[in-house]
């Protein structure tokens, strides 16, 4: 039997506002939009802010990324990878990031279970994604 693959969809505008209390929590979720541009900031040398894009998953999961058509180079010191990745794929790796480190700083303090969830959610859209082996190679 083979499962589904989990698919992507773009939020429309008019749903924008309900995308990050949805995903991230009401509480959580202005901590975690910043955890995503902070961490882009990190990662990404040429990075200097702009418009994002937000995604739904099939699974339940979620990612943003950023509104380009320019390739995105991404550079994680911690595992010695810097590669050169599409916008879509970069926003997965980001959005991984972040999440994890938004568990990693909540986990004594909230109900982390969900955002767990969605890591994993996410990781799961990775691995079938098209560029599936850069976006392992910069989180592993």
Known sequence: MLENPVSSSLVADSNRLNFLPTYFGGELMLIGEMLVYQTADELCPDYKGGYWLFHELSNGGFYMA??????????????????????????VVITLFAINKLISAMCWQHDVDALIDR????????????????IFAAID
Do not use: K, Q, T
């Open 66 to 91: 950023p509104d380009s058509d320019a390739p995105v180079r991404i550079s994680v010191a911690g595992n010695y990878f810097d590669g050169v990745m599409s916008p879509d794929a970069a926003g």
């Open 119 to 134: 890591y994993h959610f996410l990781r799961a859209f990775a691995s079938e994604h098209a560029e599936a082996a850069l």
